[in-house]
């Protein structure tokens, strides 16, 4: 995941501190949570995230959402979700174990304000680790590996890809075995068919 790059974001990391609304929402169940981010995921996880929480409290960085105008739409209809544009997260606040709140700034006027939470959700996106196959195997802008379709099976022949690696949407454990099972099938496949010639 990326992450927003403060001290007290890592140091709470796992203690309140999340990448994952899927994952890790259910920790939250009836409290207060914050999520950072605008984007389509920003808005699916905000709004999965105001069916277990009391509150969400959505922090946008611009005066507009990124998201599409149908996940805005889910977003700004979510009775428990509060957006607060213009604004910018400057501090995980914690009492040494767990978070208590987020300190952020208005990025327009300046002003500062504490928001008690007990959660703090990162959702401005992942950077897949496929760095070092670049220039080799085919990725869209972002990295994600490129597979052919209902395959795990990449531009070159005997190369699988599966896991988050290719999976720009689901990125879970089951997912990732799901198709981690695919490439090991289909490597099989590929080495058995060697053979026979
Ligand atoms: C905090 C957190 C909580 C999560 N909770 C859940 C959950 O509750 N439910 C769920 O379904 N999913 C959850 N996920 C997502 C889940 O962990 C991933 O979808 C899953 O692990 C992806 O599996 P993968 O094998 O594709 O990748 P990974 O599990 O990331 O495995 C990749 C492996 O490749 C290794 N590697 C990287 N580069 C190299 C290299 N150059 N050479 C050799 N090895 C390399 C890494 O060390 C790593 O071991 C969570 C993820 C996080 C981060």
New binding site residues.
């Given amino acids: ?1 990326k992450w927003l790059g403060l001290e007290s974001e890592q140091k709470y990391n796992g203690f309140g501190v ?3 609304a899927v ?2 929402g259910f920790f939250f169940k009836g409290q207060d949570v914050a999520i950072v981010g605008a984007g389509d995921t920003a808005a699916e996880e905000a709004t999965y995230l105001a069916k277990l929480c009391n509150k969400v409290h959505m922090l946008v960085r611009r005066d507009e959402f990124r998201a599409s105008k149908a996940m805005q739409n889910r977003v700004l209809n979510t009775p428990n979700i509060e957006i607060h544009y213009n604004t910018d997260t400057k501090e995980i606040l914690g009492n040494g174990k767990n978070v208590t709140g987020i300190l952020v700034s208005n990025n327009k006027t300046g002003e500062e304000k504490t928001i008690d939470v007990s959660g703090f959700f990162v959702a401005i996106g992942h950077n897949p ?1 496929t760095e ?1 196959f670049k220039g080799w195997l085919d990725m869209d802008e972002t990295g994600y590996l490129i597979t052919k379709s209902d395959s795990t099976k990449t531009n070159i022949e005997g190369v699988f890809a ?4 290719q999976d720009k949407l689901w ?6 075995a799901g198709t ?1 099972c695919m490439a090991a099938l289909e490597a099989e496949r590929y080495l058995a068919a060697k053979e026979d010639h």
């Fill in positions: 995941a999340s990448a994952c994952c890790d680790n070092i599966c896991g988050d690696a990125r879970q454990a089951i997912t990732a981690g």
